[in-house]
């Protein structure tokens, strides 16, 4: 089993990826305990290449895509049950589109604690 500095040394037995990136993906995949559960909550349609999926066969880990968009994440987060509080949390407030310049730099610079924008035109 690997640990990591994120999960405080402790092997990994469940995760959600939601940036879309196949190498985050696939380093995630080091910290994972054997036959861990993955949900891939957000794919690139311009991943380059594909994703290297013998490490999830060899340590028998399961992995479900999830496709959550517009009115539907907050509903998504709250089925998650002891996890919906903090990761709504990392979820901003609806934006419109005026305001996305100014929540970039907010994010560029740091300011901002939410992972997650939802931007309703």
Not at 44 to 64: N, Y
Not at 115 to 120: D, E, G, P, Y
């Amino acid at each position: 089993m690997r640990s990591g500095a994120a999960s405080g040394g402790r092997p990994i037995a469940a995760a959600i990826e939601a940036t879309g990136v196949n190498a985050v993906l696939e380093r995630l995949v080091e910290f994972w305990w054997v036959r861990a559960r993955a949900l891939r909550w957000s794919a690139s349609r311009r991943a380059r290449r594909a994703l290297a999926t013998i490490a999830l066969v060899e340590r028998e880990i399961e992995l479900k895509g999830c496709s959550a968009f517009r009115d539907e994440l907050p509903e998504a987060v709250a089925m998650l049950g002891d996890l919906a509080g903090p990761l709504a949390r990392l979820i901003t407030a609806p934006i419109g589109l005026d305001a996305v310049p100014a929540a970039y730099e907010r994010l560029i610079a740091g300011g901002s604690a939410a992972l997650k924008t939802i931007v309703r035109p």
